[in-house]
């Protein structure tokens, strides 16, 4: 939501101010200057990008728009779920949580969270380790180290889309110029006529400049931050899955070990302590 009323307020302060100048919005309505810039962007976009990444963007956005899903009662049923996977392993031993690890799908405990069972590259994280603990053959620093090895990736695949993006930010002024640059060739072919068709088409080439660095900066750019920050946003939820396997590892009380969980979080999605403690017993 906030996406689309920055892009108004973008639009409205941009257009408003230049209505307000006495300029005329028709002369703005240049197609075949957003035809240059937009195809040339694109092109550049699908030429500096594997489909993997492409389509990464694609599923990308939509996020944007309905929000993260990474919110605060996402935090709330990932830390009860790490609690209760500890809490059945401190009671039965750490084969008990076993099945549960190994096929997460069809796991009662895991089956409570639907939540954090939609988010399957968390489940598989959450599963992987806690089957790694259950064998008892990795120390706990040389565990840390795979789980810091496997977030560094994560993380530069999450921001692989912002910063595809990003690059055509960076690259919309120069498509402006271009488009600017081709309409300067044709002015120049019309030298001999009157001087209102060499007007027409010097402002078609200042639009393309325009059309150019507004994209870039009003809108392209800022999606790239946004996603960006979703990207922020998930590795959370990995960092405070370590924090609490570790915890655990160390000794601590299950109670506990969500706490280091807990304290890894954003203020913005951090739930209280006695939040926290309160959803544990409600589950």
């Known amino acids: 939501m906030l996406i689309i009323i920055g892009a108004l307020v973008v639009i409205a302060s941009v ?96 089956n409570r969270y639907p939540s954090v069972l939609r988010q399957a590259d968390i489940t598989d994280y959450v599963a992987d380790y806690l089957r790694i603990v259950s064998t008892g053959s990795m120390p706990p620093h040389e565990l840390e180290g795979l789980m810091d090895m496997e977030i560094e990736t994560r993380l530069s695949e999450l921001e692989k889309p912002a910063d595809a993006v990003n690059r055509v930010a960076d690259a919309l002024p120069g498509f402006g110029i271009v488009a600017a640059v081709l309409g300067i060739v044709i002015t120049m072919k019309s030298l001999g006529g009157p001087p209102e068709e060499l007007g027409v088409h010097v402002a078609a080439a200042l639009v393309g400049t325009f059309l150019g660095i507004l994209a870039a900066y009003g809108f392209v750019g800022p999606l790239g931050y946004s996603l960006h920050q979703l990207a922020a946003q998930e590795i959370k939820a990995y960092e405070a899955v370590k924090v609490s396997i570790l915890a655990t590892m160390g000794g601590m009380a299950p109670q506990l070990a969500i706490e280091f969980g807990r304290k890894a979080l954003n203020s913005d999605v951090r739930p209280t302590f006695q939040e926290l403690n309160d959803y544990v017993r409600s589950r």
């Open 15 to 110: 257009l408003g101010g230049y209505v307000l100048s006495h300029g005329e919005l028709a002369a703005l309505w240049q197609p075949y200057e957003v035809l240059i810039i937009g195809g040339a962007a694109f092109g550049a976009f699908l030429i500096s990008n594997p489909v993997r990444t492409i389509k990464s963007v694609g599923k990308s956005f939509p996020r944007l728009f309905v929000g993260s899903p990474f919110d605060r009662l996402f935090f709330l049923d990932l830390l009860t779920l790490m609690y209760d996977l500890f809490d059945k392993a401190r009671r039965g031993g750490v084969m008990s949580i076993e099945a549960d690890v190994d096929d997460p799908q069809n796991s009662e405990i895991f």
